[in-house]
């Protein structure tokens, strides 16, 4: 286990008991301060100030630091409360602004932090994300992730959290991004002391993606044996500055036909012929004769074997290619607002998506109809239909607590075994793959670790002292290692054990 044999199994054990502890002991404190600001907040509300306080000049005044349906506090109050948990005013009065939309605007998550099962800084986050929202739509939000909260790792619950925000106050969302797209620019660092300069741009997703996707091109162009992949990058990068270089060097890449000898041998003089005779209009091919000449015959024939070329030229074939792919339900599609979904991006509202698109050749592809999964195949390898249907079932690893969602392995719960060894038929399915990172495929192979899929969608993991999680699409649930995590780990000998 680990490859290692330099501590004993029950110190181990121990030692994950004390950071367990620790951490338990962590959320504690942190939810119990949130508890401590609230009482503050109550017993100097806005209301507790008193008339003459309020004819001073610098006297005490009521703030609110939380969002809509929060109530007023005494701002002296809060300041008080800050010198004695090392914060300054502005900072603690963020604090109070956490804690009081919270209790007051998301219930849900308050009765969570109570309980110890959601740690405050998750919580203080999500308030600060719907503090703009009304009183009403804060509580939508709270009713939508509060199911996920304490048992998704946090990225999973931001991307909850914003999609619920976009739904409820989309316009507001579309209109703060139109502001947004006003603040795009370039921008050029200092030399450094090894005489280089960085360069920032700030675009929208696809201007970004189509940019490194023109220079992902012209970088496989280069030679791959003279630098590495990130040097490749910077010379393509640089290469931008000369458009025509870097057009012509994909173009020799991707389209070689182009740079045959039709252009060389229609300017080329006839052998045996003095280059510098000038050219009799007899001399010139019938069909170039009623063309505007310009200087002379030879800019005729020279034009001509341009304009021949650029007729065969394929710019589709110089295009960088990059795939922009959106999930959008129907209903959304319907209303023209809503929440769309892009890989790598996030939750995105509708009327962005559209922007982006806007001026751009789209392809629609249909949508795949997770109620129909493929067949299992007799063979080791993953057919792309089932990687692409598993990848839209579970986009995101299924290891406890894992936030991975790119460059996933598609691992067998239980290890292939050829037919020709005795395996059984149909090993290859969707009830027996599960998408897992580098590491952890690396954990359940050489790291003690145990894995269980007792249905799809499913996951039961056990750590190599004995702690089993289940995983499905809720988050991760640690059920410890007592008898009932014996029992769930014995029963999780479904479809696919291991």
């Not at 060894?421 to 192979?445: A, K, W």
């Amino acid at each position: 286990m680990f490859g290692s044999e330099t501590i004993e199994d029950g110190a181990a054990a121990g030692i994950l008991k004390g950071a367990e502890a620790a951490y338990r002991a962590r959320i504690a404190a942190e939810n119990e301060l949130l508890c401590w600001a609230v009482a503050w907040a109550d017993a100097w509300p806005a209301e507790s100030i008193h008339g003459d306080q309020l004819r001073l000049d610098g006297g005490a005044r009521g703030v609110r630091p939380g969002g809509d349906g929060t109530p007023e506090v005494n701002d002296l109050a809060v300041a008080t409360f800050g010198a004695k948990i090392d914060k300054g005013y502005v900072a603690t009065l963020g604090f109070f602004g956490d804690a009081l939309d919270l209790r007051d605007r998301l219930p849900g998550l308050w009765a969570k932090i109570i309980s110890g099962h959601l740690i405050g800084w998750q919580g203080c986050k999500v308030a600060r994300m719907t503090r703009t929202l009304t009183f009403e739509q804060a509580r939508v939000v709270d009713a939508e992730v509060v199911d996920h909260a304490g048992l998704v790792p946090w990225p999973k619950l931001e991307r909850l959290v914003q999609a619920v925000i976009i739904r409820v106050d989309g316009e507001r969302i579309e209109r703060e991004a139109a502001e947004a797209r006003r603040k795009r620019g370039v921008w050029l660092s200092q030399t450094d002391e090894y005489g280089l300069k960085g360069i920032h741009g700030r675009l929208t997703p696809p201007e970004a993606i189509r940019v490194y996707a023109r220079i992902q091109e012209i970088a496989s162009c280069l030679p791959v044996d003279t630098a590495t992949a990130d040097e490749r990058r910077a010379d393509a990068m640089a290469m931008l500055a000369g458009e025509l270089q870097a057009t012509e060097l994909v173009a020799r890449t991707r389209q070689p036909d182009l740079f045959d000898l039709d252009l060389e041998s229609a300017v080329r003089p006839v052998a045996g012929e003095d280059p510098d005779r000038v050219v009799e209009e007899s001399e010139i091919h019938p069909s170039l004769r009623d063309r505007p000449a310009g200087p002379g015959p030879e800019s005729a024939i020279f034009r001509a074997a341009v304009e021949r070329l650029v007729r065969k030229l394929k710019p589709a074939d110089l295009l960088a290619k990059a795939t922009l792919f959106v999930y959008v339900d129907a209903d959304s599609l319907e209303r023209g607002t809503g929440v769309c979904r892009v890989p790598g991006i996030g939750p995105t509202a509708l009327g962005v998506v559209k922007d982006w698109l806007g001026h751009c050749c789209v392809t629609v592809r249909p949508v795949i109809d997770l109620n129909d999964p493929p067949p299992p195949v007799d063979r080791y390898e993953i057919p792309r239909r089932h990687r692409r249907h598993l990848a839209l079932r579970q986009p995101a690893s299924s290891f406890p607590w894992s936030t991975a969602m790119a460059g996933l392995d598609l691992d067998h719960v239980l290890p292939y075994l050829s037919m020709k060894r005795g395996g059984p038929p149909g090993q290859t399915g969707l009830d027996r793959l599960t998408p897992n990172s580098r590491t952890e495929h690396r954990l359940v192979t050489h790291g003690g670790w145990g894995r269980r899929q007792p249905e799809p969608g499913t996951m039961v993991y056990r750590s190599p002292y004995g702690d089993v999680y289940v995983t499905n699409h809720a988050g991760t649930h640690n059920l410890g290692s007592g008898d009932f995590a014996r029992l769930i780990w014995a029963a999780g000998t479904g479809s696919a054990a291991a």
